[in-house]
């Protein structure tokens, strides 16, 4: 298995998942040139993406998949509800590209199993993502308002996890956000903060149930990666348990893992 987040943020989210001669990417929130020469940057061609997995249709994770896809020819992943909220934002997609999987219930790529997890976020129906990789374990959980039991359980057994750490409370409630966009950050159906992403780490990592985790979709406005990292490696020195954990970052590629 390999994984690498090419981007992660407010402002474009891309991860890849390899494993033997299937390529997948998990969303496509940047623009189509941006993704290509990310890909190429870990030795990843487009045209060998096997299938685009979508999360969730806000543009920060569809942006460009419509391209990818007419460019390259490439599958793309959603459940009903968020194929019927982003088609018509995606421009024109090859009826042989619009691929259906139902949340919950899991489907395969080649040799990978996928299993398509529901979450708490405001879009339609949004969903994180387990992969299978021979005795392999590769979660990316995004994009959630609060770590339900249904997504601790995904997030289990995992030897990757993509896991979000979007903001610092007090530079959100402090900052210049208008009251309503911080009570929806703040909100069960918005986004995890670094204390919750730290909290949830300690009980995984003491379940011995995680391996390596990347801390992502960290905002641009209320949140620093050196702050989010600080924040969860402070509760888990604390707590004297051994972790690994990296940062995926906004602007450019993490390092790729192969285990």
Not at 52 to 58: D, N, V
Not at 65 to 90: C, D, F, K, Q
């Amino acid at each position: 298995m390999r994984f690498c987040s090419l981007r992660s943020g407010s402002s474009g989210n891309a991860a890849y998942i390899g494993y033997k001669d299937v390529h997948i990417l998990v969303d496509a929130g940047l623009s189509g040139s941006t993704i290509e020469k990310s890909l190429e940057s870990i030795d990843v061609s487009p045209r060998d993406i096997t299938a685009i997995l979508i999360t969730h249709e806000h543009n920060d994770h569809i942006k460009g998949a419509g391209v990818l896809s007419r460019r390259y020819n490439i599958p793309i992943y959603a459940n009903e509800a968020t194929w019927a909220s982003m088609e018509n934002l995606l421009g024109e997609i090859n009826c042989d590209n619009k691929r259906f999987f139902k949340t919950g219930e899991d489907f395969t790529l080649g040799d990978v199993r996928i299993r398509p997890f529901k979450k708490s976020h405001d879009a339609v129906e949004p969903v994180g993502f387990s992969f299978f990789c021979g005795q392999n374990k590769a979660t990316i959980a995004t994009d959630l308002g609060y770590i339900s039991r249904g997504v601790a359980a995904n997030i289990m057994d995992s030897d990757i996890v993509l896991l979000e750490s979007n903001h610092d409370i007090d530079m959100l409630i402090h900052g210049s956000y208008p009251w309503p966009l911080k009570k929806r950050i703040l909100s069960d159906h918005g986004h995890l903060s670094n204390k919750d992403a730290a909290e949830a780490i300690k009980k995984f990592i003491k379940m011995k149930s995680i391996g390596i985790v990347y801390l992502g979709h960290l905002s641009n406005n209320n949140n620093k990666p050196e702050i989010a990292y600080e924040t969860v490696t402070e509760v888990l020195k604390e707590s004297g348990l051994k972790y690994e954990i990296n940062m995926a970052l906004r602007y450019t590629e993490s390092d790729v893992v192969e285990i």
